[in-house]
């Protein structure tokens, strides 16, 4: 049983930062790609960030330039860092783990992130 456990979301005024972590725990492949997905009210569910276990990676438009995804493999976790925060990053953050060879996709339960002065 894949668990992915988030922590770092909570509220913030606009222009400032907030670092996200996940951790993931369970028996998986080792390689595979972690990453962040954000969903506010009323949205679908959107890419923000990704990162392969080889540490390439992958940004949403809105978020290039701002945020900055990051993974330490040893402890099977990956982090976000999220500077410039704008209140339009309000949203539910969801921890990714995709696991390419068995076709194996895991959400954690989300974090919530509120930007506002």
């Known amino acids: 049983q894949v668990q992915l456990v988030e922590s770092g979301g909570g509220l913030v005024q606009p222009g400032g930062s907030l670092r996200l972590s996940c951790a993931a725990s369970?028996?998986?492949?080792?390689?595979?790609?972690m990453g962040w997905y954000r969903q506010a009210p009323g949205k679908q569910r959107e890419l923000v960030a990704t990162i392969t276990s080889g540490t390439s990676t992958n940004y949403g438009d809105s978020v290039k330039g701002r945020f900055t995804i990051s993974r330490d493999n040893a402890k099977n976790t990956v982090y976000l860092q999220m500077n410039s925060l704008k209140p339009e990053d309000t949203a539910v953050y969801y921890c990714?783990?995709?696991?390419?060879?068995?076709?194996?996709?895991?959400w954690g339960q989300g974090t919530q992130v509120t930007v506002s002065s």
């Open positions: 990714n783990l995709k696991v390419t060879l068995t076709k194996s996709n895991y």
């Open positions: 369970g028996s998986f492949f080792s390689i595979n790609t």
